[in-house]
């Protein structure tokens, strides 16, 4: 997505700030969001020169922040008001071909017909000593 607009203050160590853009392509997802979509979300912000305590949080340098011109990021929700997705986001220069950001596939997406077998020699077992529950 374009990064239209930053918050150009942050008045706390740390804190969400508002990000708005528009989308510019899309890898993956549901069809809620569009190309030419309006978005809006939060992302947790730490403000220089502060230094941050350990947290759960993944916080994003507001200067890196100010000088982005695009992000790559997973979002949740339908536009304009959505959601990151697990602090799953990362600055990019320029739009890209190939998603910078991974995906983990389930393991059994690899081999779904192993998954099958597993499952059928399973139920035959609980079929056979009267056993229903795994």
Not at 78 to 100: F, V
Not at 115 to 133: A, K, P
Request: hydrophobic share 40%; net charge neutral.
């Amino acid at each position: 997505m374009s990064v239209d607009h930053v918050p150009n203050n942050v008045t706390m160590p740390c804190e969400n700030l508002c990000i708005k853009g528009k989308v510019v392509c899309i890898f993956r997802g549901r069809r809620s969001i569009r190309i030419g979509d309006s978005v809006e979300f939060d992302v947790a912000v730490e403000g220089e020169p502060y230094i941050l305590r350990t947290s759960g949080i993944l916080w994003l340098n507001y200067s890196n922040l100010l000088q982005a011109n695009y992000m790559e990021v997973f979002l949740n929700g339908k536009p304009p008001n959505c959601s990151i997705a697990l602090y799953q986001y990362e600055l990019i220069e320029a739009p890209t071909k190939n998603p910078t950001l991974s995906s983990p596939q389930p393991k059994w997406w690899d081999k779904p017909l192993e998954v099958w077998h597993y499952f059928i020699r399973r139920v035959s077992y609980w079929i056979q000593w009267g056993i229903w529950l795994p």
